[in-house]
């Protein structure tokens, strides 16, 4: 490939900003990054609620260690706590799952012992165990994740739980309802009655415990634009459609139309909007249409959003070492 051709990038989020960085190091020098909004970082935006900063968008690093890029960046940076750099932090293999101390509170206001939930706890994360196990396996026995684990439930309550007594087996019940709603929150879906269940065991996790940016996740950002020319970015420019050919067809270059009426021409277009918005626009965002194969990706990969809810307290009401708060919501069987 030429590095004298036009790229135009559209979005200057993470990948955005990514791809703009690994171009020019290889020595592309005619690049454009067009970016709707007002900043850079897309998702990752750090904010604050009184003293304390607060993620908005992304969190945490999942799998800080050697093959991990953002924790190679952070590190360069030097945008970790010492803990977090440490050999033994990165060996950590949490599975996707993080070791952190809990609190349980039932619906009703009441602080809940762990060691009255663990044995719920304890069946969850062998059903996980178990349903990892189906990649590699053919005829699975349901469809998804969310049919499985209720099957299964139900079979255990009738074995297991049968000589216990109404209220610590509905507490279990509770517990493991809160657990569903935990694990959809780390497969980023709505239900898991979504999650197919041969698919589940093909997400592989990197080792290492999840850290966070002390000073904000925003931090990354900042030193990765710092770090491109100045002008490379055009914000507040919403792009309007792609016009792109078949190069085998058409050897004309493509032309990316803006919403303020701007036409760029490009001989390379990098896009790196999220799945989500291309499941919506992407009928008026390309012309001609993409080419079916692509077009049914889209619709076949799934999307899902965790949302987030900041919430400030005169004092705490959990315990000091606390690092997650679990709700048991009284009478929610799922």
């Known amino acids: ?20 960085h690994k171009l020019l190091k290889n020595g592309f020098r005619n690049v454009k990054v067009l970016e709707a909004t007002a900043r850079s970082g897309g998702r990752i935006k750090t904010g604050r609620l009184g003293d304390a900063l607060v993620e908005i968008g992304a969190n945490w690093i999942h799998g800080p260690s050697e093959e991990n890029p953002v924790f190679c960046l952070a590190r360069q940076y030097e945008l970790l ?9 990165q060996a950590i293999d949490v599975g996707g799952h993080p070791h952190w101390i809990p609190n349980f509170f039932s619906s009703s206001g009441q602080k809940l012992n762990t060691e009255d939930v663990f044995p719920a706890q304890e069946v969850f994360a062998e059903l996980l165990d178990e349903i990892s196990e ?11 994740v ?3 684990i209720r099957l299964k439930v139900k079979e255990g309550e009738a074995e297991k739980w049968k000589y216990i007594d109404p209220a610590t ?6 517990v493991i309802s809160n657990m569903l709603k935990v694990e959809c929150c780390v497969n980023g879906a709505h239900s898991l009655d979504e999650v197919g269940l ?8 990197l080792p290492g415990q999840d850290c966070t940016f002390p000073d904000g996740f925003e931090g990354l ?5 710092s770090e491109l020319p100045d002008g490379l970015v055009t914000y507040n420019c919403p792009v309007r459609c792609v016009h792109w050919s078949d190069a085998e067809k058409n050897k004309t270059s493509a032309v990316v139309e803006c919403e303020n009426g701007e036409r760029i021409p490009a001989d390379h277009i990098i896009v790196t909007v999220p799945l989500g918005y291309l499941k919506r626009h992407h009928s008026t965002l390309f ?14 990969l799934g999307f899902g959003t965790n949302n987030k809810i900041f919430v400030e307290f005169d004092a705490p009401w959990w315990d000091a070492d606390c690092e997650v708060i679990h709700l048991i919501w009284e009478d929610e069987v799922k």
């Not at 189906?134 to 026995?141: A, D, S, T, V, Y």
């Not at 087996?169 to 509770?174: D, F, G, M, Q």
């Not at 012309?287 to 076949?300: A, C, D, G």
Request: charged share 15%.
């Open 1 to 20: 490939m030429a590095t004298n051709g036009n790229i135009v990038i559209i979005g200057c989020g993470i990948s955005g900003i990514a791809a703009a």
């Open 81 to 89: 706590e010492p803990k977090a750099l440490t050999p033994e932090n």
């Open 134 to 144: 189906f990649q590699n396996q053919k005829g699975e026995p349901c469809a998804s």
């Open 146 to 148: 969310g049919e499985f």
């Open 169 to 174: 087996r509905s507490l279990y019940l509770c």
């Open 198 to 205: 041969g698919a589940y065991g093909q997400y592989k996790t």
């Open 221 to 225: 950002v900042k030193n990765l634009m």
């Open 287 to 300: 012309r001609p249409p993409l080419p079916l194969h692509k077009l049914h990706t889209i619709q076949r």
